[in-house]
Protein backbone atom coordinates (compact mmCIF):
# COMPACT_ATOMS: atom_id res chain seq x y z
CA UNK A 1 0.00 0.00 0.00
CA UNK A 2 1.47 3.81 -0.59
CA UNK A 3 1.85 5.09 2.41
CA UNK A 4 0.21 8.56 3.07
CA UNK A 5 2.45 10.77 5.40
CA UNK A 6 3.48 14.82 4.87
CA UNK A 7 6.46 14.52 3.12
CA UNK A 8 7.66 17.72 5.55
CA UNK A 9 8.55 14.45 8.36
CA UNK A 10 11.28 13.17 5.82
CA UNK A 11 13.24 16.22 5.56
CA UNK A 12 16.20 16.54 7.50
CA UNK A 13 18.49 19.79 8.18
CA UNK A 14 21.42 19.06 5.55
CA UNK A 15 18.28 18.52 2.79
CA UNK A 16 18.99 15.11 3.13
CA UNK A 17 15.35 13.04 3.05
CA UNK A 18 14.81 10.33 5.94
CA UNK A 19 12.16 8.66 7.38
CA UNK A 20 10.72 9.74 11.20
CA UNK A 21 9.75 6.10 11.66
CA UNK A 22 10.54 3.02 9.38
CA UNK A 23 7.98 0.32 8.46
CA UNK A 24 9.46 -3.06 7.87
CA UNK A 25 10.28 -3.66 4.45
CA UNK A 26 9.40 -6.95 2.65
CA UNK A 27 12.04 -5.93 -0.25
CA UNK A 28 15.10 -8.35 -1.09
CA UNK A 29 18.18 -6.95 -1.52
CA UNK A 30 19.99 -8.49 -4.03
CA UNK A 31 23.78 -9.35 -3.78
CA UNK A 32 27.16 -8.43 -6.23
CA UNK A 33 29.88 -7.72 -4.90
CA UNK A 34 31.88 -7.49 -1.57
CA UNK A 35 32.26 -4.05 -0.17
CA UNK A 36 33.04 -2.02 2.76
CA UNK A 37 29.57 0.09 2.44
CA UNK A 38 30.94 2.92 5.21
CA UNK A 39 33.67 3.55 2.60
CA UNK A 40 30.83 3.56 -0.52
CA UNK A 41 30.02 7.69 -1.78
CA UNK A 42 25.72 7.20 -2.50
CA UNK A 43 24.13 8.28 -5.51
CA UNK A 44 22.57 11.47 -4.38
CA UNK A 45 18.83 11.28 -5.25
CA UNK A 46 16.29 14.05 -5.83
CA UNK A 47 12.73 13.50 -6.24
CA UNK A 48 10.70 16.09 -7.74
CA UNK A 49 7.61 16.63 -6.38
CA UNK A 50 5.68 18.39 -9.05
CA UNK A 51 3.08 15.69 -11.01
CA UNK A 52 3.80 13.26 -8.45
CA UNK A 53 0.95 12.51 -6.20
CA UNK A 54 1.65 12.53 -2.72
CA UNK A 55 0.68 8.79 -1.79
CA UNK A 56 3.20 8.10 -4.94
CA UNK A 57 5.66 10.17 -3.54
CA UNK A 58 5.82 8.73 -0.03
CA UNK A 59 6.05 5.53 -1.79
CA UNK A 60 9.06 6.05 -3.67
CA UNK A 61 11.00 7.81 -0.76
CA UNK A 62 9.97 4.85 1.55
CA UNK A 63 11.48 2.66 -1.22
CA UNK A 64 14.43 3.71 -0.91
CA UNK A 65 14.66 4.50 3.32
CA UNK A 66 13.66 0.99 3.24
CA UNK A 67 16.20 -0.30 0.85
CA UNK A 68 19.08 1.73 2.75
CA UNK A 69 18.19 0.18 5.80
CA UNK A 70 18.03 -3.36 4.49
CA UNK A 71 21.50 -2.94 2.88
CA UNK A 72 23.04 -1.14 6.09
CA UNK A 73 21.91 -4.03 8.10
CA UNK A 74 23.55 -6.39 6.03
CA UNK A 75 26.17 -5.04 6.08
CA UNK A 76 26.51 -4.46 9.70
CA UNK A 77 25.49 -8.36 10.17
CA UNK A 78 28.96 -9.46 8.46
CA UNK A 79 26.43 -10.84 5.77
CA UNK A 80 30.11 -10.01 3.72
CA UNK A 81 27.72 -9.77 0.24
CA UNK A 82 25.56 -6.26 0.14
CA UNK A 83 24.26 -5.31 -3.12
CA UNK A 84 26.06 -2.49 -5.33
CA UNK A 85 22.83 0.11 -5.11
CA UNK A 86 23.56 2.73 -2.27
CA UNK A 87 21.54 5.21 -2.82
CA UNK A 88 20.69 8.63 -0.59
CA UNK A 89 17.72 11.26 -0.98
CA UNK A 90 18.68 15.05 -1.24
CA UNK A 91 16.43 17.48 -0.69
CA UNK A 92 18.05 19.83 -2.74
CA UNK A 93 18.58 19.15 -6.49
CA UNK A 94 21.78 21.24 -7.15
CA UNK A 95 23.37 18.19 -4.37
CA UNK A 96 22.10 15.60 -6.67
CA UNK A 97 23.07 13.07 -9.23
CA UNK A 98 20.44 11.86 -9.81
CA UNK A 99 16.61 13.94 -10.48
CA UNK A 100 13.55 11.86 -10.34
CA UNK A 101 10.54 13.19 -12.10
CA UNK A 102 7.39 12.50 -13.94
CA UNK A 103 7.71 15.54 -15.97
CA UNK A 104 8.99 15.35 -19.22
CA UNK A 105 8.66 18.84 -20.95
CA UNK A 106 11.90 20.86 -20.58
CA UNK A 107 10.39 23.76 -20.05
CA UNK A 108 7.80 22.41 -17.26
CA UNK A 109 10.96 21.23 -15.27
CA UNK A 110 12.50 24.37 -15.73
CA UNK A 111 10.01 25.42 -13.87
CA UNK A 112 11.58 23.74 -10.87
CA UNK A 113 15.06 23.31 -11.15
CA UNK A 114 17.65 26.07 -13.02
CA UNK A 115 18.40 25.11 -16.28
CA UNK A 116 22.24 25.32 -15.70
CA UNK A 117 21.41 22.88 -13.09
CA UNK A 118 19.24 20.57 -14.76
CA UNK A 119 21.89 19.77 -17.64
CA UNK A 120 24.38 19.07 -15.04
CA UNK A 121 22.13 15.77 -14.03
CA UNK A 122 20.64 12.26 -15.01
CA UNK A 123 17.01 13.22 -15.52
CA UNK A 124 14.72 9.84 -15.36
CA UNK A 125 11.38 8.77 -14.42
CA UNK A 126 10.19 7.25 -11.16
CA UNK A 127 10.33 3.41 -13.06
CA UNK A 128 14.34 4.30 -12.98
CA UNK A 129 13.77 4.43 -9.02
CA UNK A 130 11.37 1.39 -8.45
CA UNK A 131 13.23 -0.60 -11.27
CA UNK A 132 16.67 -0.32 -10.17
CA UNK A 133 15.75 -0.94 -6.40
CA UNK A 134 13.56 -4.10 -7.55
CA UNK A 135 17.04 -5.96 -9.36
CA UNK A 136 19.56 -4.07 -6.75
CA UNK A 137 21.67 -2.00 -8.87
CA UNK A 138 21.59 1.21 -10.82
CA UNK A 139 20.16 0.50 -13.91
CA UNK A 140 21.09 2.51 -17.35
CA UNK A 141 19.18 5.46 -18.15
CA UNK A 142 18.21 4.78 -21.58
CA UNK A 143 15.02 3.72 -21.01
CA UNK A 144 14.33 5.91 -18.38
CA UNK A 145 15.02 9.55 -19.25
CA UNK A 146 12.23 11.50 -18.34
CA UNK A 147 12.75 14.89 -20.58
CA UNK A 148 13.27 14.17 -24.28
CA UNK A 149 15.72 17.46 -24.58
CA UNK A 150 17.45 16.26 -21.66
CA UNK A 151 18.10 12.97 -22.95
CA UNK A 152 21.72 13.17 -23.78
CA UNK A 153 22.41 14.93 -20.90
CA UNK A 154 21.01 12.09 -19.37
CA UNK A 155 22.55 9.47 -20.85
CA UNK A 156 26.03 11.36 -20.27
CA UNK A 157 26.14 10.28 -16.81
CA UNK A 158 24.91 6.71 -17.42
CA UNK A 159 26.60 4.82 -14.28
CA UNK A 160 28.58 1.75 -16.02
CA UNK A 161 28.01 0.16 -12.84
CA UNK A 162 24.82 -0.52 -13.99
CA UNK A 163 24.65 -4.16 -15.54
CA UNK A 164 23.61 -3.92 -19.12
CA UNK A 165 20.15 -5.43 -20.27
CA UNK A 166 21.73 -7.07 -23.65
CA UNK A 167 24.38 -9.51 -23.64
CA UNK A 168 27.34 -6.87 -23.60
CA UNK A 169 28.10 -5.60 -20.04
CA UNK A 170 29.55 -2.23 -21.03
CA UNK A 171 27.29 0.73 -22.37
CA UNK A 172 26.02 1.19 -25.95
CA UNK A 173 27.18 3.43 -28.28
CA UNK A 174 25.29 6.73 -27.62
CA UNK A 175 23.56 6.58 -31.30
CA UNK A 176 22.26 2.97 -30.52
CA UNK A 177 21.30 4.56 -26.95
CA UNK A 178 18.96 7.35 -28.74
CA UNK A 179 17.71 4.82 -31.40
CA UNK A 180 16.93 2.30 -28.59
CA UNK A 181 15.28 5.07 -26.21
CA UNK A 182 11.41 4.64 -26.15
CA UNK A 183 9.37 4.95 -22.56
CA UNK A 184 7.56 2.65 -21.14
CA UNK A 185 5.99 5.11 -18.93
CA UNK A 186 2.11 4.97 -18.78
CA UNK A 187 1.37 7.83 -16.32
CA UNK A 188 0.68 10.06 -19.18
CA UNK A 189 -1.45 13.23 -17.43
CA UNK A 190 -4.61 13.59 -19.86
CA UNK A 191 -4.03 16.37 -22.07
CA UNK A 192 -6.82 18.66 -22.42
CA UNK A 193 -6.42 19.92 -26.02
CA UNK A 194 -6.33 16.23 -27.29
CA UNK A 195 -9.94 15.64 -25.40
CA UNK A 196 -11.08 18.63 -26.76
CA UNK A 197 -10.39 16.97 -30.61
CA UNK A 198 -12.73 14.25 -29.45
CA UNK A 199 -16.69 14.01 -30.08
CA UNK A 200 -19.50 12.39 -28.41
CA UNK A 201 -20.85 12.40 -31.54
CA UNK A 202 -18.22 10.17 -33.49
CA UNK A 203 -19.75 7.11 -34.71
CA UNK A 204 -16.13 5.15 -33.56
CA UNK A 205 -15.88 4.86 -29.74
CA UNK A 206 -11.85 5.65 -30.79
CA UNK A 207 -13.05 8.42 -31.76
CA UNK A 208 -15.15 9.62 -28.29
CA UNK A 209 -14.04 10.45 -25.07
CA UNK A 210 -15.01 7.83 -22.18
CA UNK A 211 -14.47 7.78 -18.63
CA UNK A 212 -14.48 5.25 -16.37
CA UNK A 213 -17.76 6.22 -14.60
CA UNK A 214 -19.68 8.87 -16.60
CA UNK A 215 -22.53 11.18 -16.22
CA UNK A 216 -25.22 8.72 -16.93
CA UNK A 217 -23.44 5.95 -15.45
CA UNK A 218 -27.01 4.37 -13.63
CA UNK A 219 -28.30 4.81 -16.92
CA UNK A 220 -25.39 2.10 -18.71
CA UNK A 221 -25.88 -0.20 -15.98
CA UNK A 222 -29.69 -0.45 -16.49
CA UNK A 223 -28.84 -0.84 -19.97
CA UNK A 224 -26.34 -3.60 -19.57
CA UNK A 225 -28.28 -5.57 -17.84
CA UNK A 226 -30.50 -6.15 -20.81
CA UNK A 227 -27.15 -6.70 -22.91
CA UNK A 228 -26.06 -9.11 -20.78
CA UNK A 229 -28.89 -10.85 -21.15
CA UNK A 230 -29.14 -10.75 -24.90
CA UNK A 231 -24.87 -12.58 -24.23
CA UNK A 232 -25.73 -15.23 -22.33
CA UNK A 233 -29.23 -16.01 -24.83
CA UNK A 234 -26.29 -15.93 -27.30
CA UNK A 235 -28.38 -13.17 -29.58
CA UNK A 236 -25.07 -11.53 -30.42
CA UNK A 237 -26.54 -9.02 -33.20
CA UNK A 238 -28.71 -8.14 -30.65
CA UNK A 239 -26.03 -7.85 -27.48
CA UNK A 240 -23.88 -5.85 -29.87
CA UNK A 241 -26.84 -2.90 -30.48
CA UNK A 242 -26.72 -2.60 -26.89
CA UNK A 243 -23.02 -2.40 -26.40
CA UNK A 244 -23.04 0.42 -28.99
CA UNK A 245 -25.17 2.03 -27.47
CA UNK A 246 -24.21 2.02 -23.89
CA UNK A 247 -20.63 2.73 -25.49
CA UNK A 248 -22.44 6.19 -27.08
CA UNK A 249 -23.48 6.93 -23.65
CA UNK A 250 -20.41 6.74 -21.74
CA UNK A 251 -19.33 9.76 -23.69
CA UNK A 252 -22.19 11.58 -23.04
CA UNK A 253 -20.94 15.06 -21.53
CA UNK A 254 -24.16 15.86 -19.00
CA UNK A 255 -26.54 14.06 -17.94
CA UNK A 256 -29.79 13.23 -19.76
CA UNK A 257 -32.74 15.03 -18.84
CA UNK A 258 -35.52 15.87 -20.38
CA UNK A 259 -34.26 18.35 -22.28
CA UNK A 260 -31.41 16.72 -23.83
CA UNK A 261 -33.69 13.74 -25.31
CA UNK A 262 -33.74 15.88 -28.60
CA UNK A 263 -30.01 16.21 -29.07
CA UNK A 264 -30.06 12.20 -28.46
CA UNK A 265 -31.22 12.20 -32.46
CA UNK A 266 -28.01 13.36 -33.39
CA UNK A 267 -25.92 10.34 -31.59
CA UNK A 268 -25.18 6.92 -33.49
CA UNK A 269 -26.72 3.92 -32.83
CA UNK A 270 -29.54 5.09 -30.63
CA UNK A 271 -32.55 3.71 -32.40
CA UNK A 272 -36.13 4.33 -31.62
CA UNK A 273 -36.29 1.15 -29.16
CA UNK A 274 -33.05 2.57 -27.08
CA UNK A 275 -34.09 5.87 -27.38
CA UNK A 276 -37.73 4.86 -25.98
CA UNK A 277 -35.76 2.96 -22.83
CA UNK A 278 -33.89 6.26 -22.39
CA UNK A 279 -37.05 8.28 -22.27
CA UNK A 280 -38.49 5.64 -19.88
CA UNK A 281 -35.40 5.77 -17.46
CA UNK A 282 -35.45 9.49 -17.93
CA UNK A 283 -38.69 9.96 -16.40
CA UNK A 284 -39.01 6.73 -14.09
CA UNK A 285 -35.26 5.92 -13.13
CA UNK A 286 -35.51 2.39 -14.01
CA UNK A 287 -36.16 0.43 -17.38
CA UNK A 288 -39.15 -2.19 -16.69
CA UNK A 289 -37.80 -4.73 -19.35
CA UNK A 290 -34.08 -4.50 -17.36
CA UNK A 291 -36.25 -5.06 -14.05
CA UNK A 292 -37.75 -7.92 -15.42
CA UNK A 293 -34.51 -9.40 -16.89
CA UNK A 294 -33.01 -9.64 -12.98
CA UNK A 295 -36.09 -10.78 -11.61
CA UNK A 296 -36.36 -13.96 -14.09
CA UNK A 297 -34.80 -16.81 -12.70
CA UNK A 298 -33.02 -18.51 -15.87
CA UNK A 299 -30.63 -15.33 -16.14
CA UNK A 300 -30.17 -15.47 -12.59
CA UNK A 301 -28.84 -18.99 -13.25
CA UNK A 302 -27.10 -18.21 -16.55
CA UNK A 303 -25.47 -15.22 -14.96
CA UNK A 304 -24.24 -17.03 -12.08
CA UNK A 305 -22.30 -19.95 -14.19
CA UNK A 306 -21.19 -17.05 -16.80
CA UNK A 307 -19.22 -15.96 -13.91
CA UNK A 308 -17.26 -18.92 -13.63
CA UNK A 309 -13.55 -18.74 -15.25
CA UNK A 310 -13.84 -21.18 -18.54
CA UNK A 311 -17.85 -21.15 -18.60
CA UNK A 312 -19.18 -18.75 -21.39
CA UNK A 313 -23.31 -18.60 -22.54
CA UNK A 314 -23.29 -21.62 -24.47
CA UNK A 315 -21.59 -23.79 -22.11
CA UNK A 316 -24.15 -21.92 -19.21
CA UNK A 317 -27.15 -22.83 -21.40
CA UNK A 318 -25.95 -26.21 -22.09
CA UNK A 319 -25.80 -26.87 -18.30
CA UNK A 320 -28.88 -25.23 -17.87
CA UNK A 321 -30.60 -27.56 -19.88
CA UNK A 322 -29.20 -30.22 -17.91
CA UNK A 323 -31.27 -29.02 -15.04
CA UNK A 324 -28.78 -27.26 -13.27
CA UNK A 325 -29.56 -24.20 -11.36
CA UNK A 326 -27.16 -23.12 -8.95
CA UNK A 327 -23.06 -23.06 -8.63
CA UNK A 328 -23.21 -25.29 -5.80
CA UNK A 329 -25.39 -27.86 -8.26
CA UNK A 330 -22.41 -27.22 -10.66
CA UNK A 331 -19.82 -28.04 -7.78
CA UNK A 332 -21.71 -31.41 -7.10
CA UNK A 333 -21.92 -32.35 -11.03
CA UNK A 334 -17.88 -31.89 -12.01
CA UNK A 335 -17.23 -33.12 -8.57
CA UNK A 336 -15.15 -30.18 -7.58
CA UNK A 337 -14.28 -29.43 -4.08
CA UNK A 338 -14.74 -25.69 -3.61
CA UNK A 339 -11.63 -24.21 -2.59
CA UNK A 340 -9.26 -27.48 -3.78
CA UNK A 341 -7.93 -27.58 -7.13
CA UNK A 342 -5.43 -30.69 -7.22
CA UNK A 343 -5.70 -31.01 -11.51
CA UNK A 344 -2.00 -31.04 -12.45
CA UNK A 345 -1.09 -27.30 -13.48
CA UNK A 346 2.55 -28.24 -15.19
CA UNK A 347 1.36 -30.46 -18.27
CA UNK A 348 -0.70 -26.96 -19.81
CA UNK A 349 2.49 -25.72 -20.63
CA UNK A 350 2.12 -27.61 -23.67
CA UNK A 351 0.12 -25.33 -25.87
CA UNK A 352 -3.30 -24.93 -25.29
CA UNK A 353 -6.11 -27.27 -27.15
CA UNK A 354 -10.02 -26.57 -27.65
CA UNK A 355 -10.65 -30.36 -26.74
CA UNK A 356 -13.36 -31.20 -24.90
CA UNK A 357 -11.14 -32.49 -21.83
CA UNK A 358 -9.17 -29.35 -21.52
CA UNK A 359 -12.21 -27.20 -21.34
CA UNK A 360 -13.54 -29.25 -18.95
CA UNK A 361 -10.23 -29.09 -16.88
CA UNK A 362 -10.26 -25.39 -16.85
CA UNK A 363 -13.96 -25.32 -15.91
CA UNK A 364 -12.80 -27.11 -13.02
CA UNK A 365 -10.37 -24.70 -11.65
CA UNK A 366 -12.45 -21.85 -11.69
CA UNK A 367 -15.49 -23.29 -10.10
CA UNK A 368 -12.89 -24.57 -7.47
CA UNK A 369 -11.43 -21.32 -6.88
CA UNK A 370 -14.67 -19.31 -7.62
CA UNK A 371 -14.61 -17.63 -4.25
CA UNK A 372 -11.12 -16.41 -4.86
CA UNK A 373 -11.31 -15.30 -7.91
CA UNK A 374 -14.92 -13.46 -7.63
CA UNK A 375 -12.64 -10.86 -5.21
CA UNK A 376 -11.40 -8.14 -7.28
CA UNK A 377 -7.97 -6.67 -6.87
CA UNK A 378 -7.10 -3.33 -5.81
CA UNK A 379 -4.47 -1.47 -7.44
CA UNK A 380 -1.83 -2.19 -4.93
CA UNK A 381 -1.75 -5.35 -5.62
CA UNK A 382 -1.88 -4.92 -8.97
CA UNK A 383 1.03 -3.01 -9.00
CA UNK A 384 2.99 -5.87 -6.86
CA UNK A 385 1.80 -8.84 -8.73
CA UNK A 386 3.38 -6.75 -11.69
CA UNK A 387 6.65 -6.32 -9.68
CA UNK A 388 7.15 -9.43 -8.08
CA UNK A 389 6.69 -11.49 -12.38
CA UNK A 390 8.96 -9.23 -13.30
CA UNK A 391 11.72 -9.94 -10.86
CA UNK A 392 11.18 -13.58 -11.35
CA UNK A 393 11.43 -13.00 -15.14
CA UNK A 394 14.93 -10.97 -14.60
CA UNK A 395 16.90 -14.35 -13.54
CA UNK A 396 15.44 -15.60 -16.37
CA UNK A 397 16.35 -12.67 -18.67
CA UNK A 398 17.54 -9.12 -18.21
CA UNK A 399 15.91 -6.39 -19.75
CA UNK A 400 12.58 -6.90 -19.51
CA UNK A 401 9.94 -4.10 -19.52
CA UNK A 402 6.28 -4.78 -18.64
CA UNK A 403 3.18 -2.41 -18.71
CA UNK A 404 0.27 -3.01 -16.88
CA UNK A 405 -2.42 -2.87 -19.64
CA UNK A 406 -6.52 -3.98 -18.93
CA UNK A 407 -8.78 -2.02 -16.53
CA UNK A 408 -5.72 -1.24 -14.30
CA UNK A 409 -4.56 0.99 -17.43
CA UNK A 410 -8.35 2.69 -17.76
CA UNK A 411 -8.05 3.67 -13.73
CA UNK A 412 -10.16 1.04 -12.61
CA UNK A 413 -9.77 1.25 -8.88
CA UNK A 414 -10.41 -3.17 -8.75
CA UNK A 415 -9.29 -5.12 -11.49
CA UNK A 416 -10.91 -8.81 -11.97
CA UNK A 417 -7.32 -9.81 -13.35
CA UNK A 418 -3.92 -8.66 -13.68
CA UNK A 419 -2.95 -8.08 -17.66
CA UNK A 420 0.90 -7.51 -17.78
CA UNK A 421 2.42 -7.06 -21.59
CA UNK A 422 5.87 -7.69 -21.49
CA UNK A 423 8.57 -7.35 -24.11
CA UNK A 424 12.76 -6.31 -24.21
CA UNK A 425 14.31 -3.19 -24.12
CA UNK A 426 16.37 -3.74 -27.02
CA UNK A 427 14.97 -2.65 -30.05
CA UNK A 428 17.05 -4.60 -32.16
CA UNK A 429 17.80 -7.91 -30.49
CA UNK A 430 14.87 -7.78 -28.51
CA UNK A 431 12.03 -9.77 -30.61
CA UNK A 432 15.06 -13.02 -30.26
CA UNK A 433 15.09 -12.26 -26.31
CA UNK A 434 11.54 -12.44 -26.00
CA UNK A 435 10.96 -15.46 -28.06
CA UNK A 436 10.04 -18.67 -25.58
CA UNK A 437 10.38 -16.47 -22.69
CA UNK A 438 6.59 -16.73 -21.75
CA UNK A 439 7.11 -20.85 -21.12
CA UNK A 440 10.42 -20.50 -19.16
CA UNK A 441 8.59 -17.33 -16.67
CA UNK A 442 5.59 -19.35 -15.96
CA UNK A 443 7.30 -22.94 -15.20
CA UNK A 444 9.87 -20.29 -12.70
CA UNK A 445 6.90 -18.54 -11.16
CA UNK A 446 5.25 -22.52 -11.06
CA UNK A 447 8.49 -23.64 -9.32
CA UNK A 448 8.57 -20.50 -6.82
CA UNK A 449 5.21 -21.40 -5.81
CA UNK A 450 3.69 -18.16 -7.39
CA UNK A 451 1.92 -19.86 -10.16
CA UNK A 452 -0.49 -22.23 -9.29
CA UNK A 453 -2.33 -23.30 -12.61
CA UNK A 454 -2.30 -22.51 -15.93
CA UNK A 455 -5.47 -21.90 -17.50
CA UNK A 456 -3.95 -21.34 -21.15
CA UNK A 457 -0.72 -20.78 -22.95
CA UNK A 458 -0.14 -20.27 -26.49
CA UNK A 459 3.32 -19.60 -28.64
CA UNK A 460 3.56 -17.11 -30.90
CA UNK A 461 1.99 -16.75 -34.62
CA UNK A 462 3.03 -14.53 -37.05
CA UNK A 463 0.73 -11.76 -37.30
CA UNK A 464 -1.95 -12.08 -40.63
CA UNK A 465 -2.70 -9.02 -42.60
CA UNK A 466 -5.86 -11.31 -43.88
CA UNK A 467 -6.96 -13.23 -40.87
CA UNK A 468 -10.18 -12.08 -39.88
CA UNK A 469 -11.07 -13.54 -36.41
CA UNK A 470 -9.06 -11.10 -33.92
CA UNK A 471 -7.32 -13.13 -30.96
CA UNK A 472 -3.62 -11.77 -31.18
CA UNK A 473 -0.89 -14.06 -31.97
CA UNK A 474 1.59 -13.21 -28.97
CA UNK A 475 3.08 -15.56 -26.94
CA UNK A 476 0.70 -15.29 -23.43
CA UNK A 477 0.27 -18.09 -20.31
CA UNK A 478 -3.51 -17.29 -18.79
CA UNK A 479 -3.04 -17.87 -15.29
CA UNK A 480 -3.81 -18.17 -11.41
CA UNK A 481 -1.11 -16.78 -9.23
CA UNK A 482 -1.03 -16.93 -5.45
CA UNK A 483 1.40 -15.14 -2.87
CA UNK A 484 3.13 -17.56 -0.70
CA UNK A 485 1.56 -18.38 2.44
CA UNK A 486 4.16 -15.54 4.82
CA UNK A 487 4.02 -12.65 2.16
CA UNK A 488 2.28 -9.91 3.57
CA UNK A 489 -0.56 -10.43 0.74
CA UNK A 490 -3.66 -12.43 1.66
CA UNK A 491 -3.32 -15.83 -0.30
CA UNK A 492 -5.82 -14.90 -2.20
CA UNK A 493 -5.84 -16.65 -5.91
CA UNK A 494 -5.83 -14.26 -8.43
CA UNK A 495 -6.29 -14.32 -12.43
CA UNK A 496 -2.86 -12.68 -13.94
CA UNK A 497 -2.45 -13.04 -17.92
CA UNK A 498 0.98 -12.56 -19.09
CA UNK A 499 1.40 -11.49 -22.80
CA UNK A 500 4.71 -11.18 -24.39
CA UNK A 501 5.72 -9.09 -27.25
CA UNK A 502 8.48 -8.52 -29.49
CA UNK A 503 9.71 -4.83 -29.05
CA UNK A 504 8.07 -3.57 -32.78
CA UNK A 505 4.50 -4.55 -31.66
CA UNK A 506 4.95 -4.07 -27.96
CA UNK A 507 2.83 -0.88 -28.08
CA UNK A 508 0.36 -1.75 -30.47
CA UNK A 509 0.05 -5.41 -27.68
CA UNK A 510 -0.69 -2.23 -24.86
CA UNK A 511 -3.12 -0.75 -26.77
CA UNK A 512 -4.69 -4.55 -27.37
CA UNK A 513 -4.86 -5.54 -24.20
CA UNK A 514 -5.79 -1.74 -22.41
CA UNK A 515 -9.60 -2.10 -23.91
CA UNK A 516 -12.04 -1.62 -23.02
CA UNK A 517 -13.46 -4.31 -25.47
CA UNK A 518 -15.91 -2.14 -27.50
CA UNK A 519 -13.21 0.37 -27.52
CA UNK A 520 -10.94 -2.43 -29.29
CA UNK A 521 -13.97 -3.21 -31.65
CA UNK A 522 -13.63 0.31 -32.77
CA UNK A 523 -9.93 0.73 -33.27
CA UNK A 524 -10.21 -2.70 -35.51
CA UNK A 525 -13.18 -0.81 -37.59
CA UNK A 526 -11.89 2.29 -37.70
CA UNK A 527 -8.68 0.66 -39.09
CA UNK A 528 -10.16 -1.72 -41.65
CA UNK A 529 -12.96 0.50 -42.97
CA UNK A 530 -11.30 4.09 -42.85
CA UNK A 531 -7.24 3.43 -43.30
CA UNK A 532 -7.39 -0.17 -44.90
CA UNK A 533 -5.50 -1.41 -42.49
CA UNK A 534 -5.86 -4.30 -40.38
CA UNK A 535 -5.01 -3.91 -36.00
CA UNK A 536 -4.61 -6.31 -33.32
CA UNK A 537 -2.61 -7.00 -30.20
CA UNK A 538 0.33 -8.27 -32.65
CA UNK A 539 0.72 -5.75 -35.38
CA UNK A 540 -1.04 -3.26 -37.58
CA UNK A 541 -0.76 -4.06 -41.10
CA UNK A 542 -1.99 -2.56 -44.51
CA UNK A 543 -4.62 -4.30 -46.04
CA UNK A 544 -3.31 -4.33 -49.86
CA UNK A 545 0.33 -5.11 -49.91
CA UNK A 546 0.66 -6.44 -45.96
CA UNK A 547 3.36 -3.25 -44.79
CA UNK A 548 4.02 -4.09 -41.43
CA UNK A 549 4.05 -0.88 -38.93
CA UNK A 550 6.40 -0.57 -35.92
CA UNK A 551 5.44 2.23 -33.60
CA UNK A 552 8.10 3.03 -30.91
CA UNK A 553 5.22 4.79 -28.68
CA UNK A 554 1.77 4.61 -27.68
CA UNK A 555 1.01 8.01 -29.42
CA UNK A 556 2.89 6.08 -32.57
CA UNK A 557 -0.07 3.43 -32.80
CA UNK A 558 -2.37 6.42 -32.70
CA UNK A 559 -0.86 8.19 -35.37
CA UNK A 560 -0.46 5.32 -37.60
CA UNK A 561 -3.71 4.57 -37.19
CA UNK A 562 -4.61 8.14 -38.17
CA UNK A 563 -6.15 8.88 -34.62
CA UNK A 564 -6.39 11.34 -31.98
CA UNK A 565 -4.16 10.28 -28.93
CA UNK A 566 -6.95 8.79 -26.17
CA UNK A 567 -5.39 8.56 -22.58
CA UNK A 568 -6.48 5.15 -21.51
CA UNK A 569 -8.48 6.60 -18.85
CA UNK A 570 -10.64 7.74 -21.79
CA UNK A 571 -10.88 4.46 -23.13
CA UNK A 572 -13.91 2.97 -20.97
CA UNK A 573 -16.46 2.56 -23.69
CA UNK A 574 -17.99 -0.40 -22.10
CA UNK A 575 -20.40 -0.26 -18.80
N1 LIG B 1 -9.20 -7.86 -25.07
C1 LIG B 1 -9.85 -7.89 -26.30
N2 LIG B 1 -10.19 -9.07 -26.83
C2 LIG B 1 -9.90 -10.22 -26.20
C3 LIG B 1 -9.24 -10.20 -24.97
C4 LIG B 1 -8.91 -8.98 -24.41
O1 LIG B 1 -10.10 -6.86 -26.89
N3 LIG B 1 -10.26 -11.35 -26.77
C5 LIG B 1 -8.83 -6.56 -24.49
C6 LIG B 1 -10.01 -5.78 -24.00
C7 LIG B 1 -9.93 -5.82 -22.53
C8 LIG B 1 -8.47 -6.11 -22.25
O2 LIG B 1 -8.01 -6.80 -23.38
O3 LIG B 1 -10.32 -4.61 -21.96
C9 LIG B 1 -8.24 -6.91 -21.02
O4 LIG B 1 -9.21 -7.93 -20.90
P1 LIG B 1 -9.86 -8.29 -19.51
O5 LIG B 1 -10.80 -9.42 -19.76
O6 LIG B 1 -8.80 -8.53 -18.51
O7 LIG B 1 -10.75 -7.02 -19.12
P2 LIG B 1 -10.38 -5.72 -18.34
O8 LIG B 1 -8.95 -5.73 -17.93
O9 LIG B 1 -10.84 -4.61 -19.19
O10 LIG B 1 -11.27 -5.72 -17.02
P3 LIG B 1 -11.17 -6.70 -15.76
O11 LIG B 1 -9.94 -7.54 -15.91
O12 LIG B 1 -11.13 -5.87 -14.54
O13 LIG B 1 -12.42 -7.51 -15.84
MG1 LIG C 1 -8.09 -7.34 -16.91
Redesign the pocket.
Known amino acids: MPFKRPLRSYTCDDGSLSPSDRPSSSRRIRSSSPRNIEEEKPLLIYILPAKIRPEAMSELVMLVEDYKIERVTMGHQGRGVISELNLQLTGDAEKANIVVTAIHMRQRLERHIDSRIAKTKAIVTPSWLRDSLTSGQPLPYWNYAAVHDLEDETLRHCPDAGQDTSSSSSLRSHSQEKENSWRTEPDEPIEVTEVELLSHKARYSCLRPSPLVCPNQSLVEEINIIRRSRHLEGEERSMLSYSRAISVIKAYPRIITQRDLHDLHELPFLGEKLYSMIQEFVKTGRIAEAQTILADSRFQSLSAFDTIYGIGPHTARRLYDLGLRTLEELEQYYEVIPGASNEETISLLEESTNTEAAVEKTIKIGLALRHDLSHTIPRPEVEEINRTVMQELSHIQKGCKSVI ?3 YRRG ?1 PQ ?3 V ?1 IVITHADWELGSQKVKGLCKKLVQRLHEQGLVTHVMHISGFHEHNALRTHH ?1 DSLEKALTVFAWPHNSSWPRVYRRV ?1 LIFAAPEVFWTAVV ?6 MF ?1 RDLRLWAKQQKGMKFDSSGISRRHDSKLYYPRTERDVFKVLGLVHVHPTMRNADA
Open positions: AGGKSNDDWDGWTGSTE
